[in-house]
Structure formats: structure tokens, C-alpha cells
């Protein structure tokens, strides 16, 4: 399994160099570095130099990054006036970006981007609200349109105790609205510092703690992310929605490929201790025989214990 | 004051060793570290859950000085079974005193050797 974060917040050349090299230190395999409209432009000029850096530093701390680790660049619309800054946006930016997402909060930017199937994702819906930011209604518009819903572990780094609290509960409501109407669900991290940094097992042991599934975070770590960067590849091939050109297609090629579902949950996130590491053989610098006196004045509870000793 | 008598083995309880690597904007030293650490589990656990994790700081070594952070390395010991909830109380961390810190865990091991060979390296 690969991990891919849909929601690293770039800033600038330095901070997203720091982040990048943080973040493959954790485990991460796809970071998308998100930015503002206005910056996107600009982060674009500098993405070939980015990537030659933190691909190939020389610095012996930041060991060089592997093949296997991919970085690409999307829009984030924050802070939306109303619905038609959101469509103006989308209408601007939807051909020149594999990833666009837009925050959410206001009942009727929640709405408008769970409506609009040109928008990949509805960024934290409960942004500033006492509720999740959702209902019935939207989780079957997001279904319709295919708009995925993000879920920021910052978000519940940088609250505490009430505000925190309430944060959870909102993840939780979602959940439980994802798992009714299934529509998409991704889990991000919105690392912003260096300080926000986590590894990938915490991430997922903290989502665990919440209540999600192995599944559900697989899905939202892997599936989902991946299959949102894979359609935007193909989204300039799209006529009408479930209609696409396959280019190069004879009579015989295969449109619709079938992919390898068989996976075991249930031991995705275990760790691998190794036996011989776990200090369990038989300490005898602790055994004497009062140790053995003492328990036989014990009322036959540890009659097994005894019997390990004797032996 | 006399000691307690040293448990037979199978009455012990199993630990494991969680390498946590610590990045700082202050100074750390070992106790900061203890206060940390039960800091984190208790505000994210509670009292009560927070009581089963057995925690006890032991090794807590300076790895380098950079212009962000101060960075850490330190070995903690937890029951056996309870691995994931520490990791989760610890990362949820952010701030110690008003200073930024981030804590997140690099390993798990079963002995205090093992975890310093495989994942301590001090040059």
C-alpha cells in the first residue's frame, strides 16, 4: 500500500523543500502540494527546481528521494466569498490542474462544490461550524457528482480539549454518512509547518482510535486519492460524464481493466515485531527459593505459576 | 526502606519499546520528556486509560541541532498492547510549555537493545 497526502499547504520554495524531505522521512509515498489561485502560477515556475532539489540533495541528512516517491501540485480554494467565486475559480483553474479542491463551511459553498462535478473535493465541511457540515442531501449530491470529502488531521492537532472534541465528533458523523451513501472519503493531513509532520502508522493509528476501519483507511490514504489523480488524467478525454476517448483503441483493447481487490485487512497495519526480539525467556538472576516459598502461601492461585517453576 | 521483591517472570507485565523521534524549538532534557509524554496521554486518553500504558522514559539521547528544530531520540517503554494508543496520545502533541514540539514514533521493538541497534544511530 502507498500512502499519498492530497493536502500538503505550500507557502514557498524552502518550507515545501523542508516538507517534501519531512515527509518522505515518515513514510509518505505522494504528497500534493497545495496552493492558493493567485500562487499557483508561481509554484508552477519553481515545481521542475523543487523536484531536482529534493531529488537529488547532496545533503548526506536528507537522504535522496526514491523512485517510487511521487510530489504534484494542485489548487486550493480557500475562503470562498460565495458560490460564484467557487464556479469563477473552478471555471479558471479546472484544465490547468490534476487536483482542485475547495474549502468548505458555509452551508451554501457546501452545497455549491458537492453539486459542481468539475471539483475533485470538498475540503473539511465543518470548517469554523459546531456541526459536520453535512446531511443526507449533500452526501447524496457528493454521491452523484463524485465530489470527494476531506477529513484534516490538523485539524485535530491544532484544537484541544472542547474544540478538539467537537472536531472528532464531526469526523465521526461523517463517517458515519460515508458509510451509508458511500461517497468518497479522503484523509489528509493539511501539513502546514514542519512541526505538523507525522508518520504515516500514527496518522493511522490515530484514525483507528477514531473509529474508522482498516478498510475505510486504505481507501482513503490509497483508493480514493489515487483514483481522483487518475481520472483528472484522463479528464481532458472526457466528452460527457461516462463517456471517454480511449486513444490508440483497436477492437480488441481492453477499456475497462479489473483490478486485484483481494486484500487482508485485518493485518494492513500490524507491526512487524520480530520474535527473538521480545524479551520473554526465563530470567534467572530473579529466582530464588523464597520466591517459590512465598507463593505457595498463596491460596492455590498460582498454581500454574508453581508449576512453571518447578519444572 | 526495603524494596518490593522482583516479580517472577510470569507475573511481570510484557513491555515494548517505542523509539520516538522528538523535534524541539527549545532545549529538551529527560525529565521534560517524562512531563511531555504524560502530558500527551493524559490529555488525549484521560486518567483512566491512561493508567494501562505503564510509561517510563528509558534513554533520551541528542541527535542534532538544526536551524528549525532541535532534534531527539527517545526510547519509551510501554505495556504490551497498548503500542498504538501511546503513538496516537503522543503525536497529537503540539505544544510543550508555549514551545513547538512534535513527537512521532519510528519504531517499536521488544527490548531496550534492540530498539537502540536498529533504530539508534548516533554515529
Known amino acids: 500500500m502507498k ?29 500534493n502540494l497545495n496552493y492558493s489561485p493567485d500562487y499557483f502560477n508561481k509554484a508552477l515556475d519553481y515545481k521542475d527546481d523543487l523536484l531536482n532539489k529534493a531529488f537529488n540533495n547532496d545533503n548526506s541528512l536528507t537522504k535522496s528521494l526514491d523512485a517510487d516517491f511521487e510530489v504534484s501540485m494542485g489548487i486550493n480554494i480557500s475562503n470562498p466569498k460565495n458560490p460564484n467565486e467557487v464556479r469563477k475559480v473552478v471555471n479558471k483553474f479546472r484544465n490547468k490542474t490534476q487536483y482542485l479542491s475547495c474549502l468548505g463551511g458555509d452551508l451554501k459553498i457546501n452545497r455549491a462544490i458537492c453539486e459542481n462535478n468539475r471539483i475533485d473535493v470538498l475540503s473539511r465541511p465543518y470548517y469554523k461550524r459546531h456541526d459536520s457540515g453535512m446531511n443526507h442531501v449533500l452526501a447524496k449530491l457528493a454521491v452523484k457528482n463524485n465530489v470527494a470529502i476531506e477529513l484534516c488531521f490538523r485539524d485535530i492537532l491544532n484544537q484541544h480539549l472542547k474544540y478538539r472534541a467537537n472536531v472528532i465528533a464531526s469526523f465521526k458523523e461523517i463517517l458515519k454518512f460515508h458509510r451509508k451513501f458511500q461517497f468518497p472519503l479522503i484523509l489528509t493531513t493539511d501539513t502546514k509547518y514542519i512541526y505538523d509532520v507525522r508518520s504515516t502508522r500514527d496518522i493511522v493509528a490515530l484514525f483507528k482510535a477514531i473509529g ?22 484522463d479528464r481532458k478525454n472526457m466528452i460527457i460524464q461516462g463517456v471517454k476517448v480511449v486513444e490508440g483503441a483497436t477492437d480488441f483493447t481492453e477499456v475497462h481493466k479489473k483490478e486485484d481487490t483481494t486484500i487482508d485487512f485485518d493485518d494492513l497495519f500490524e507491526d512487524d515485531i520480530e520474535d527473538d526480539d521480545i ?9 530464588d527459593l523464597e520466591d517459590i516459598n512465598d507463593l505457595d502461601n498463596l491460596d492455590n492461585l498460582f498454581e500454574d505459576i508453581e508449576g512453571d517453576f518447578d519444572e | 526502606m526495603s524494596k518490593l521483591k522482583v516479580l517472577p517472570p510470569t507475573l511481570r507485565i510484557n513491555n515494548h519499546y517505542l523509539v520516538l523521534d522528538v ?83 519510528i519504531g517499536i521493538a521488544g527490548t531496550v537493545k534492540s530498539a537502540v541497534d536498529k533504530f539508534i544511530d548516533l554515529e
Not at chain 1, 499547504?9 to 523543500?17: A, I, M, T
Not at chain 1, 524479551?279 to 529466582?287: A, G, P
Not at chain 2, 528549525?68 to 503500542?83: A, M, N, P, V, W
Open chain 1, 3 to 31: 500512502f499519498y497526502d492530497l493536502n500538503i499547504r505550500g507557502q514557498n520554495f524552502n518550507n515545501d523543500l523542508k516538507l517534501i524531505q519531512e515527509a518522505h522521512k515518515f513514510g509518505w509515498n505522494h504528497l
Open chain 1, 212 to 233: 474508522f476501519t482498516n478498510e475505510e483507511i486504505y481507501n482513503g490514504f490509497y483508493k480514493y486519492p489515487k483514483e481522483i489523480l487518475d481520472f483528472n488524467k
Open chain 1, 279 to 287: 524479551d520473554e525467556k526465563f530470567d534467572e538472576e530473579y529466582l
Open chain 2, 23 to 105: 523535534k524541539s524549538e527549545v532545549e529538551l532534557d529527560k525529565d521534560d520528556m517524562v512531563k511531555c509524554i504524560w502530558d500527551a496521554c493524559i490529555r488525549f486518553w484521560g486518567e483512566c486509560e491512561t493508567s494501562n500504558f505503564n510509561l517510563w522514559v528509558m534513554r533520551h539521547y541528542f541527535v542534532e541541532r538544526s536551524d528549525d528544530f532541535i532534534h531527539y531520540k527517545t526510547i519509551l517503554r510501554c505495556q504490551s498492547g497498548y503500542e498504538e494508543k501511546v503513538r496516537v496520545g503522543l503525536a497529537t502533541l503540539t505544544r510543550y510549555n508555549y514551545n513547538k514540539i512534535a513527537i512521532t514514533t
